[in-house]
């Protein structure tokens, strides 16, 4: 399906424009309550829906809560299955790392160790990220024979750490227990591919605690989400589409990175985002924007915070529409009902503008609301076949 | 799934009619609009929706518009994908051409040339059929050592060739370049599988330029869409019926038979379908009846005009139902809307209807109603599943 859809695909100007607010799915606190998007005032959002098509769409599986990872692969039309991601991956790509074929990446974060070598503070005392890019200099010097360690600052206590060298595999288990009052686990491989990496991980590790031996706080290290580059077809190649992401976050920046996406950067937030838009609008046909606070509020467990974010993120609406797009999807990734704290696995509503299109006249943007939309549940991967398909970019399958 | 839906189904003699409106699937003018289905007064069809079951349905996939063959494929519960049929076939099969296995078909455009060797006309000033006819006769004698070459008219300007011999293959490019003042392309092979009937081709093309050359406007031939038979299990052995095709226009007659249904010829309109139902009702219990001129009428942007074709099937409704078909299910191959002019993606409203079902109990029959329906959006192949299991023709699954 995924070759013929691709040999349908022709290439033109008309533009998309993906809206994402991160886990925007959400939750009533009480069963005769309201979501936190229901809850929300959003004029320009219920409007929009009034004239759009709307549903549910769910990114993996029914009952299955996404990462952020896999629920914007999913909206960026990629089988999350296809194309695992790892964590250290994401970590990698979003600090701009240029990992090469048959590199591994994981996730470092600084530690607090105590003299019997347990952990004491899995942050390091959250130390700033001026002193993490010093340690990671630190960590330079880390030297094995036949791999390159490679130690880059991502955020506060969080690193990124990249082997690279031959035979090398992700089959490493993480060393993070996520406990304190315990020691870190040894990089253990997980099958027999992942023996010299593991090796290669545990001499780090052993050279690391002696570098850091007087950089108290920051006298550990933890390694999570040991991770090879997936082989992912580039968006210019699989969907002819010239494709922006305008995202403030590292993360979602890395994964729009690996799907070939142009990664704008110095957009530290909304108003920078809707300026990027207008300053890029006439070089791409699809872009990425991406809200990331609608799902730290909801992990916050921040009902009305979330509320908020939402709120804000309606006010620029009328912004955005100016700017013409020829096809319109506002969504989220996955749900983080503020009620659960956490990702969870509830269907996300979207809606979606066109010339083209029947509009299900729905009186406003919610989960309920888009659950009577035309669309019922989508899987998550199809909604850029609609966006596609809706600017004019798919042919006729057949005589 | 396939081989174990096909080990339940049984024989029976309940009645399953299928009512096609080729394109019926519409889109508003404006978007506060109705479409072409939910603009027309259709007392008999609203009733009808009343009393049975309701959804949309998705031919290929999302977002992808599908053509007529594949679409009514998908119809007749075969999924298009795995029996690709080239637009060769279903010409020859539209004209009940006795394709064999091996053998591979073109569709042929007379048309008009210069002396340069330039097409003036890509449809030879629109000669009659009978004159089409008299041509195919001339180009009988195009002699091709070790293939055998076969052209018989089918409407206007338009034939169809065949060509039959061993090692042929339907990789081979169109002739026709769909432009005016410039010469054809020579029939190239697209794979090395290609090159004999490429060069079969290219002999008959030669030939036909002599043999034509005092025949202006039609002094010249086009060939698009060579295709082989493909291997498409009948009707009566996949799913235990014995289906009959009520349909006027030769390309709805070429899927049929393609699929082992019993066409019925001489059947110049919708008066003479009812007829022949009538005529035929006790020897079948799978009746095809196709209206091609909604999807006309679209495919012209004549929103009225499609209006009334659905009307005009709305009034004889009554009479499809006195035959008393315990299973009807009327809906359309793919959406034409008017305002589009062409195939879209936009899924299809369906209805069945049958002694023992959950009535939707919806006021009228559109788009926008059956996306209300319990259906919701529904795989097209599945349909016929849905009416083999409403006649009593699929045993229980497992003890």
Redesign the interface.
Known sequence: ?EN??QS?IVENDKKILLLVMDGLGGLPLTSDGLTELETAKTPALDELAK?AECGLHIPIDYGIAPGSAPGHLALFGYNPFDYPIGRGVVAAMGIGFPMKAGDVAARLNFASRDDAGNITDRRAGRIPTEQCAKLCEVLGKVNIPGVEVLVRPVKDYRACVVFRGRDLSDHVADTDTQKTGVPPLDPEPTSEKGNKTAEAAKEFVKQALALLKDHHPANAVLMRGFAELPHIPLMKDRFKLKAAAVAVYPDYKGVSRLVGMDVIEDVPDLEAQIATLNRIWKDHNFFFVHHKYTDSKGEDGDFQAKVAEIEKVDKVIPRLLALKPDVIIVTGDHSTPAKMKAHSSHPIPFLIRAE??????LTRFGERDCG???????PTT?LI??????SDK??????
């Open positions: 399906m013929v859809l349908l004239n083209c299109i029947r509009p299900d006249g009577k939309g035309s669309w019922g549940i989508v199809k076949q609609l966006a596609l398909a809706y798919v042919l006729k399958f057949g005589a």
